[in-house]
């Protein structure tokens, strides 16, 4: 039997015995951090990325470097000690070396760290398999996930493992992997890898493992605090949870952490089973001690996450890497694109759950740079926004670090009930934290989020003029989004499927942001009641834990791999740092458009009179839709163009490259 014996005697975070430990008993220390989103250099206080002067003033935290050094500390530490480093995904997407390399600087300093078992985050999916395959191929540990499958047509078949047995100190240590079952709603797997429900799936690995005899199992996760401990944690055979997804910070020391490290929790099978996380961005290390008996039982679990602060010396040698491999992108990270009178918030926290400053930011430039067309009504995922920026010069690699993902904006025409059940689905997952909380511009609602999902949103009013006026629900509006949450991403399959006269291909989100700022300049950040909380309950703001002493000797560090050449940049994936987005001449902002009223439905131009066949020369900034107004006078006829020149993805329109216009009829 897995486990015969019950533990006693707890308290929230050690599990305690009164006599010593038996011969038998066995200890584990394991390292950990997740969602480390590519923040390969390291982070200020706005989780953006930190500068020379803030670094030399020692305000930051995290990094690649940093990461490395603490790890090969706390292996010093704990020389002659069982040691397992895990890594519980979300290591893509969230900087310019993202952006540039898709994934292979971020991989390379993972290989550097010795790491036992990685899990997949969703993240990893974002460019499907573009990005994840040379991941898995070049990856220097094996990577773990009982839940995704994928078939002989995928790049990732076979590289994938629903778990592993690593042998530790002459004991054998089970290590299953799981992701969130709704990776296919918030990412881009693709056709041909499927991801499986949680719990079905690693219960079946775990049994596995159990059947080999393995009494020891550690669940490495990326699904989410609530789920890993309330649903994960009571998988039978399960022992430890190192989780992911939710950037959750556990602590015994932050009085406003979300949960003790470890959270104990009651496993049907009468024993305790400690669940951790880390927060996220490299911040933090975590380092857990775990005590098992001679059953897989867990007798002992306690520690604390360490605080990746000034206090850690970042590497030297992996300094000097990450600005060799910065140097493609550091002209275009220092372009300075206006100024701000105030910081601007974009963090994780606020903009998942009510009104903030960067979703007014970003919706707002979304609706100046298309109002136009009669877009009236603009929504921004929460999940989408990525850091803050602080006060004064902003800078494209600022916006870049708070739009990484190379969206475009979108535009459609939706009903005005389908609006509200959009709205509906933003707040649907409020206490998950989920990226899909609407930010809004030309749009007022109010919910209560003590209602049951689906039945939160009240009160919604839309722009009229200098008016606010409720939604006609029977009304058709134009609506602006990005093309990931158009296309159906973070649960919005409403506009999937309700959307008409859908148009995916406009300019990039960051670039149309960094020509608002430009315009505006200096700009304010400002929040003012466009989303309203009925009966809010303040949230307390987090506090900075106390960095945790380690308490043990440690083992060696290991030798550093040879000097890697620098990556090649993947095709396809450095538009950014090849084709920067334009900036105006001489720091000169470009005059700001008139604030114009836009209409609530736009009156179509006369289509152009039939004529002959034309090519045009693309330049900076062209999209389809712009084009097709041009020639034809309408807009919705971009396809014709499209069609006639397939050689051309139309989100990335060659600039110099000719056209062909076929005639307008």
């Not at 054998?172 to 296919?184: E, H, L, Q, S």
């Amino acid at each position: 039997m897995k486990k015969i014996a019950v533990i006693a005697a707890l308290s929230a975070s050690t599990l305690g015995l009164s006599a010593g430990a038996s011969f038998a008993d066995y200890t584990l220390n394991i390292l950990h951090f997740n969602d480390w989103h590519s923040r390969i250099e390291s982070n200020n206080k706005y989780e953006s990325t930190c500068s020379a002067e803030e670094e030399t003033k020692g305000e930051c935290v995290g990094g690649a470097a940093r990461l490395i050094t603490a790890i090969r500390q706390e292996r010093d530490k704990l020389k002659g000690q069982n040691v397992l480093l895990l890594n519980a995904g979300d290591n893509f997407q969230g900087s310019l070396f993202y952006t540039t390399y898709k994934g292979a600087a971020e991989e390379e300093f993972l290989n550097q760290m010795g790491l036992d078992a990685v899990t997949l985050g969703n993240h990893e999916f974002d460019d499907g398999e573009t990005a994840l395959v040379p991941y898995l191929d070049k990856a220097k540990f094996p990577v773990v996930s009982a839940n995704v499958n994928a078939n002989e047509k995928s790049g990732a078949h076979g590289k994938i493992k629903p778990s592993i047995v690593v042998e530790i100190g002459g004991q054998k240590i089970g290590i299953v992997g799981g992701i969130t079952n709704d990776t296919p709603e918030i990412a881009s797997p693709g056709p041909n890898i499927a991801i499986a429900d949680d719990v079905k799936s690693m219960t079946a690995a775990v049994e596995a493992l159990k059947a080999e005899g393995v009494n020891k199992i550690i669940a490495v996760t990326h699904i989410g605090y609530p789920r890993e401990r309330d649903v994960i944690a009571k998988i039978p055979g399960v022992d430890v949870v190192v989780g992911g997804h939710s950037h959750s910070l556990l602590s015994n020391t932050d009085p406003k952490a979300e949960g003790p490290y470890p959270t104990m929790v009651d496993n049907p099978d009468g024993y305790k089973v400690p669940v951790v996380q880390a927060a996220s961005y490299s911040k933090y290390l975590g380092e857990v001690k775990i005590v098992f008996d001679d059953n897989g039982v867990v007798k002992e679990a306690s520690g604390d996450p360490i605080h990746l602060d000034k206090s850690i010396t970042p590497d030297p040698q992996v300094l000097a890497r990450i600005k060799e491999l910065g140097a493609p992108i550091e002209e275009l990270k220092a372009k300075e694109v206006g100024e701000t009178t105030a910081a601007i918030d974009g963090s994780r926290e606020t903009c998942r759950a009510r009104e903030c400053s960067m979703g007014n930011l970003v919706s707002d430039a979304v609706l100046d740079r298309v109002k136009d067309q009669g877009v009236t009504i603009v929504f921004s995922n929460g999940g989408g926004l990525r850091a803050s920026i602080d006060q004064g010069k902003v800078t494209m690699g600022e916006v870049l670090t708070v739009l990484p993902f190379q969206n475009t904006v979108a535009t459609f025409k939706l009903a005005g009930k389908d609006v509200v059940a959009a709205l509906e689905n933003g707040t649907s997952q409020l206490e998950d934290g989920a990226g899909r909380f609407a930010q809004v511009a030309g749009l007022k609602y109010s919910f209560d989020k003590s209602k049951a999902p689906g039945s939160r949103i009240s009160d919604v009013l839309v722009a009229d003029g200098s008016n606010w006026v409720p939604i006609d629900e029977n009304k058709d509006y134009i609506v602006a989004t990005n093309n990931y949450v158009r296309q159906g991403g973070d649960g919005y399959k409403i506009f999937a499927e309700k959307a008409k006269d859908a148009y995916d291909y406009g300019p990039s989100l960051e670039q149309v942001v960094a020509d608002y700022l430009s315009a505006h300049n200096p700009y304010t950040p400002k929040v003012e009641g466009r989303i309203t909380e009925i009966a809010a309950n303040a949230a307390a703001e987090p506090a900075k834990p106390a960095e945790a002493a380690p308490a043990e000797p440690a083992k060696p560090a290991e030798a550093a791999p040879a000097e890697p050449s620098m990556p090649a940049l993947p095709a396809g994936s450095n538009d950014i740092a090849n084709s920067p987005p334009s900036l105006p001449a001489d720091g000169a902002a470009p005059p700001a458009k008139p604030a114009e009223a836009a209409p609530s439905e736009p009156a179509k131009p006369a289509e152009a009179a039939p004529g002959a066949e034309t090519s045009h020369v693309i330049a900076r900034g062209d999209t389809y839709w712009d084009l097709a107004v041009k020639y034809y006078g309408d807009g919705t006829r971009w396809k014709v163009i499209a069609d006639a020149n397939p050689g051309h993805e139309p989100r990335r329109l060659p600039v110099g490259a000719t056209l062909t216009i076929p005639a307008a009829k």
